[in-house]
Each structure stands twice: as structure tokens, then as C-alpha cells.
């Protein structure tokens, strides 16, 4: 049984949900990872979702004769699947993530309305503690007039205090951003509304709906001041015209504090539009040293720059980083155990064709990725970078035969550990290759998945030079090449 826990923000459940998905638990069931990222995506609105909804999404192709006993069997699946998880991979994640059963009554009698929900460890129900035994004896009668003026003037600083000591408890705090029609709503820890936002141009559904983790906003305190602001990132609803999105900062009364756009004009795209997108919001946490910052990733819709930057708590850009190609995943993660996190982000790298993974230091965030292959895509006028670590990951023959680029997706890290999933098929993403290494940057792991496999064989069956994927395939896929962070041109390799 589950106790009322503290609701926790969407961060810290995107980022469980983002390690579970990464884990081996899961690295060869695609369906039940799908349905997974599926209650991700309907998390601040899941009392509204129905069956015939998870089906449109799980299913696509198949609404027609998919039923709410298929919904209820995956969901029985993901349950299980989940409990492995947590029993191995995942027997000390701080974080929970479960499936309540809404066939049974919750606690108020009434049916559960929830799919999924997300609870700290340490808030499971455990023995009761014996409370001390109350002292019975007989009170002075000149001790019960200590012990009432002392209760008087307690209740009296309580009465000052409690509008202030109210404002702060989860009540009147902002835990939840809910999108409806052409509003945005804040919820609190009880998803009552504190405050709404109309947008009159409406949002770009398209944008917003996507199967991507990372969520279009985050609530926290930004400033270290222990007040909670809300990030919204916006943008609106296709009109045919060019634009970018907008990052917004609110107080956690409303108030409208702060907007910045992302991007800037640069040479190598003379008279093209400025429509860039946020695509992944962080929040680095504060060190001695550094408050809070804002970590954001930001494409060009149309080519392929991509810019990190960050951004201070009053919404000035402290420092930008410019990568020829888009990234769309991005983490905050301590690759090295000192404490202090790093940006390590996921996608393709324009000018060498392959999947990359770039690690920058916080307070080293500038310049320019430097492009050698291509040099029509290497971005001047802003120097060089100095990435923490460059990444690029092989292309399998099938992916040569068929796309232009492989990508990255999905990343995590775990103890210096890094993991993640690089996708041969691009549209849409599929064909994994699941790649890890260890602390010392050995890889140790490069698996292909069946889906990789049997669309290579089916590809190949009749073509010209046809093979099965074999162990030269495996081997090709180990060539992970290392250009920035590492003393060899190749990751070693430490395939056991």
C-alpha cells in the first residue's frame, strides 16, 4: 500500500522514466517502452485519458481491431515488466514509478482514475513507530499557567504566520502544467487551478505532442531563493510564417517575468528565417560557486544548426554553444563523480553523416563544433568549441543503403556509466543499436536489436551483395569514433 506522498516535479519523473527506458530491462521490449513513453507524454493528463486513446497511439494501424482487453494485457505486461526493473537494474533508483490498478478502489472507495504514477522510495509504508508513552503525572497549578501562556503566544505567532507558512505548502504552490485548447493551467499538488494563461494564436499541437521525453515546461526554483517559478516554452500555431519559440518564466502567482527567444542570425544561412525551436529544457542544479542555470537546446526548423545555451535566472544568455547538426536529447548527468554535472547531448552530426554524443563542461559553453569533413557546414565568427567529450557512431550497411545519417536518441548515465540508442532507421526512428560505456569511456556494450536485424535481412534478401547481418556487422558497430576527450582516435573496446 502507497502512502500520500509528496508530488514530485516533472523533471525528476521525466528523468526515471528517461533510465528506465535506457535500461536492459527494457532494451528488447519495444512495445511495452512505447506504451511507456505514451503515459509519459498524458502524465498532467491522464484522469481524462481512455483506452481508445492508448490504442491510437500504441496502434496506429490498427484501432480497428484493438480492444480496451488489449490496452489492459500491455498494461499487465508493463507492470511485470516494471517490478523486474526494480528488482534488478533499478533496486536503489530514489524514484518509483508504477501502474495503480484502476480496476480496484482507491482509497476513498472510488474507482483509481490514474495509469501511472511516480513515488519517492523512501515513501512506501513501513512498520508504524511506537510513539514515547505520555507522562500521566499531576501538573503544578503554577506549570499549567507557564504552559498556557506559552500555548497563547504560540497560537497568536501562528495566526501572523499562517498566510505566509500557507503560501508556502504544497497547496499554494505550483506542481503541474496542464494545455487545454488555447490555455495553459497550474495546477497545484492537488490539481486544483491556481492560475491559467490564454494564448490567442493557439499552440503548434504538432510541436507539442511529439513522442520526445523532454517536456515543454519545468517548475522549480530558479533564483535559490526557495520560490517557485514556471517555465513555459511556447510556440504557436501555424499561420505559414516563420517563428521561433519562446521561452517564458512566471512567478509561482502568474506573473509574467521574463521571455527569450533562442537562436541568432549567422552567415553560413544568409536570408533564412529565424525559426528556431527549444527542443529540450534543463535546469543545472546550483554548486558553491554557480546559482541555478538554465540549460536549453534549440534547433533551426528548416537546416541544420543546432545552439546550447544557458541562461541566467532573469532570462540574459550567459554563454551559447553551435553544433552543425541538430540535437535533440539532452541530459544534465556527473559523467566523472566530482559533483558537478555535465551537458551531454544526443543526435546527428551534419557534416560526418553519424550519430554523435557531445559532453560540455557548464562553465566551458562556447564557441563552435569544428568541422573538418565538410567545411560548407562549420559555423564561423564565433570560434571553436571545447566539447568535454565528441562522440560519432558507425552506420550500418543498411542504414548506407537507405538514409543518409543514422542518429542518436535516447541517453542516460548512471555512476559514470554512459548508455544510449542510436537509431539505423530514421523515419520513423527505429532499428536500435544500444551502446554503452563505462566510467573510463570503454565501450562495453554495442547490441543490435532484432529490429535491426530483420529489417537488414529482409532488406538485403534480394539486393545485390546480399549478406546476413553477421559478426562482421557486430564488429563494424564498435568503431565508435572518439573526437574530442579521448588519447585514441577509436573508443577502446572492452566486449566481454
Not at 485519458?49 to 505486461?77: H, Y
Not at 528548416?302 to 552543425?324: K, V
Not at 520513423?428 to 573510463?440: H, L
Request: neutral net charge.
Amino acid at each position: 500500500m502507497l502512502k500520500q506522498a509528496e508530488p514530485l516535479d516533472s523533471t525528476t519523473i521525466g528523468d526515471q522514466i528517461h533510465r528506465i527506458l535506457q535500461s536492459q530491462t527494457f532494451a528488447n521490449k519495444g512495445q511495452l517502452r512505447k506504451l511507456l513513453e505514451v503515459l509519459h507524454n498524458n502524465f498532467d493528463s491522464q484522469s481524462s485519458l481512455k483506452p481508445d486513446g492508448v490504442i491510437r497511439q500504441l496502434w496506429p494501424e490498427e484501432t480497428r481491431t484493438k480492444r480496451p482487453a488489449d490496452v489492459a494485457t500491455e498494461m499487465n505486461r508493463l507492470r511485470h515488466a516494471l517490478e523486474s526493473f526494480y528488482s534488478g537494474e533499478g533496486k536503489e533508483d530514489p524514484i518509483l514509478i508504477v501502474l495503480p490498478n484502476r480496476a480496484a478502489p482507491g482509497p476513498n472507495g472510488m474507482a483509481e482514475k490514474r495509469w501511472i504514477a511516480a513515488i519517492p522510495r523512501e515513501d512506501r509504508m513501513g512498520p508504524t513507530e511506537d510513539r514515547p508513552p505520555v507522562s500521566q503525572g499531576v501538573k503544578s497549578p503554577r506549570l499549567l499557567r507557564v504552559a498556557g501562556a506559552i500555548i497563547g503566544v504560540t497560537v497568536v505567532l501562528a495566526i501572523i504566520s499562517y498566510g505566509t507558512v500557507r503560501a508556502l505548502t504544497p497547496h499554494g504552490r505550483p506542481q503541474s502544467l496542464r494545455m487545454e485548447g488555447s490555455n495553459i493551467t497550474v495546477l497545484n499538488a492537488e490539481g486544483k487551478e491556481l492560475w491559467h494563461k490564454t494564448f490567442p494564436e493557439g499552440f503548434a499541437t504538432d510541436w507539442y505532442y511529439t513522442q520526445a521525453l523532454s517536456p515543454r515546461y519545468w517548475i522549480g526554483d530558479i533564483d535559490g531563493d526557495g520560490r517557485i517559478s514556471v517555465l513555459f516554452l511556447y510556440l504557436p500555431a501555424s499561420t505559414g510564417q516563420a517563428r521561433s519559440s519562446t521561452l517564458i518564466c512566471y512567478t509561482d502567482r502568474g506573473k509574467e517575468r521574463w521571455r527569450w527567444t533562442p537562436g541568432r542570425d549567422l552567415p553560413e544561412l544568409p536570408g533564412s528565417p529565424m525559426n528556431f525551436r527549444t527542443i529540450v529544457l534543463r535546469v543545472l542544479k546550483a554548486t558553491d560557486k554557480k546559482p541555478p542555470r538554465i540549460a536549453v537546446s534549440s534547433v533551426h526548423e528548416t537546416w541544420w544548426p543546432c545552439q546550447i545555451a544557458l541562461i541566467d535566472s532573469r532570462g540574459n544568455t550567459i554563454s551559447e554553444y553551435w553544433h552543425s547538426g541538430h540535437l535533440f536529447h539532452m541530459i544534465l548527468a556527473d559523467l566523472d563523480g566530482d559533483g558537478r554535472q555535465e551537458i551531454v547531448a544526443t543526435g546527428t552530426n551534419n557534416d560526418y553523416l553519424q550519430a554523435t554524443l557531445i559532453a560540455l563542461d557548464p562553465d566551458r559553453v562556447f564557441g563552435a563544433s569544428e568541422e573538418s569533413e565538410r567545411p560548407k557546414f562549420q559555423i564561423h565568427g564565433i570560434g571553436l568549441a571545447q566539447e568535454r567529450l565528441r562522440l560519432l557512431f558507425p552506420r550500418s550497411d543498411l542504414n548506407k543503403a537507405v538514409n543518409s545519417y543514422n542518429t542518436g536518441w535516447d541517453v542516460a548515465v548512471e555512476k559514470g556509466s554512459i548508455r544510449l540508442t542510436v537509431f539505423e532507421c530514421i523515419s520513423p526512428p527505429s532499428c536500435a543499436v544500444w551502446y554503452e560505456f563505462d566510467r573510463d569511456l570503454r565501450l562495453i556494450s554495442a547490441y543490435a536489436g532484432e529490429e535491426l536485424r530483420a529489417a537488414h535481412a529482409k532488406f538485403f534478401l534480394n539486393a545485390k551483395g546480399a549478406h546476413p547481418f553477421g559478426l562482421e556487422d557486430e564488429m563494424a558497430l564498435r568503431k565508435v569514433r572518439c573526437l574530442a576527450g579521448c588519447n585514441t582516435e577509436f573508443v577502446p573496446v572492452d566486449i566481454r
